[in-house]
């Protein structure tokens, strides 16, 4: 069976089953405006040097500043921030409003609360059928004691709820 015989949703569908952790990637555009996006499609990659991937839509109405800005960063949300991650989904230019943010490495809008945080030069762009893969260099990370939020079928999860 080639891949263009797939059945989109039941594929969609099983891909679902898969839990993946929730962030929300942040960067500035060529007008040193805020942009940000929600993606599940985050990974680590390396330990040496520190790298982690995470792609994009092609058709993303952010993609252009990830691929001008040599800087983003990857916010792993926690439990109970379903709302900001929906925010962060829509298309939207106003996803940052009543947020306060801090500058991080390269000025990049770093969100206020998170379960992780990587600081991240771009390393490579690689095509991937309909996606960019944008690899990054780990420059400096945190953590706090907050479980991160999950997505699986289709729907938030806690943790908790998928023992």
Known sequence: MSNTDFDKDEFRKALGRFATGVTIITTLDKD?????????????????????????????????????????????????????SNCFAKPSTDKFNGIKTREGLGGIPILPEYSALFECKTAHHYEGG????????????????????????????????LI
């Open 32 to 84: 040193d405006a805020a942009v940000g996006v929600t993606a599940s499609s985050f990974n680590s990659l390396s330990m040496k040097p520190p790298m982690i991937l995470w792609s994009l839509d092609k058709t993303a109405y952010s993609l252009p500043a990830f691929e001008h800005n040599p800087y983003f960063n990857v916010h792993v949300l926690g439990t109970g921030q379903d709302a900001l």
């Open 130 to 161: 309909d996606h960019i893969i944008i690899v990054g260099e780990v420059i400096k990370f945190s953590r706090n004691d907050e479980a991160p939020l999950v997505f699986h079928g289709g729907q938030y999860a806690g943790i908790d709820s």
